[in-house]
């Protein structure tokens, strides 16, 4: 049973360039989440998708956009990339979201360093 | 805006020595997940609390949530050097249709011999 896989698991960019995360969720769950983790910091939610719709977001700017697909996977993109955006970037799933209480699944995530 | 507050936010123990880790949060809710994560690796879900009174309990661990109190805590037990991570609180809210999670900055645990 496949849980929550993210690519790249690395990438490095540099200040201005625009970047692509994926995540694929675990098997039988259609919903994900983003969340960015600084160094030393607990995760900071991004936003949700569900039914292929961004249904609440966090405090993160508009350079912070994303994507669902009809097969549930999910992008994550930022475009004019900051030395701030240096972190690791969690994909998190889960079955039917906000009607349901069961603990959402990460990923391993995806190291972005700008340089 | 929540705040999500642990404390401490380090702790070395000695194996065999029991402590508890404290979660704090400023708003009602009444669904608070812990989650461990070792060094490098992704978050792993540890305990599920769903309501006032929860007491969940796994091997040397156990959580509780009052949520009168805004409080829950993760207890130790007889550490033993593996359950050396960083653990997170996470509190779930629901604003609109989604379900945001809000986590604490998260408690280094290091449990030496």
């Known amino acids: 049973d496949a849980g929550v896989t993210q690519s790249p698991t690395h990438l490095i960019k540099t200040r201005g360039q625009q970047v692509t995360l994926r995540c694929s969720p675990k098997?039988?769950?259609?919903?994900v989440s983003w969340y960015q983790q600084a160094l030393g910091q607990g995760p900071q939610f991004i936003f949700q998708?569900?039914?292929?719709?961004?249904?609440q977001r966090g405090n993160f700017p508009d350079r912070f956009s994303g994507h669902q697909f009809p097969n549930y996977s999910s992008e994550l993109n930022v475009n004019a990339l900051l030395l701030g955006d240096s972190a690791l970037y969690l994909c998190?799933?889960?079955?039917?979201?906000?009607?349901?209480?069961?603990?959402?699944?990460f990923g391993d995530g995806t190291r972005l360093s700008i340089l | 805006e929540l705040k999500v507050e642990q404390n401490p936010l380090f702790l070395s123990m000695q194996e065999g020595k029991n402590y508890t880790i404290y979660c704090n949060y400023s708003?009602?809710?009444?669904?608070l997940y812990w989650y461990r994560q070792d060094p490098g690796k992704s978050l792993e879900s540890l305990f599920v609390?769903?309501?006032?009174?929860a007491v969940k309990q796994e091997g040397r661990l156990m959580a509780s949530l009052d949520t009168k109190a805004r409080l829950s805590t993760l207890h130790i037990t007889a550490a033993v050097h593996d359950l050396s991570a960083t653990y997170f609180c996470?509190?779930?809210?629901?604003?609109?249709?989604?379900?945001?999670?809000?986590f604490g900055t998260g408690t280094r645990l290091q449990v030496t011999l």
């Open positions: 998190a799933s889960s079955y039917r979201g906000f009607l349901s209480n069961q603990p959402q699944h």
């Open positions: 098997s039988g769950h259609d919903t």
């Open positions: 998708y569900y039914e292929e719709e961004e249904r």
């Open positions: 708003t009602t809710s009444d669904r």
């Open positions: 609390l769903l309501s006032n009174g």
């Open positions: 996470a509190v779930d809210t629901r604003p609109g249709t989604a379900s945001k999670l809000t």
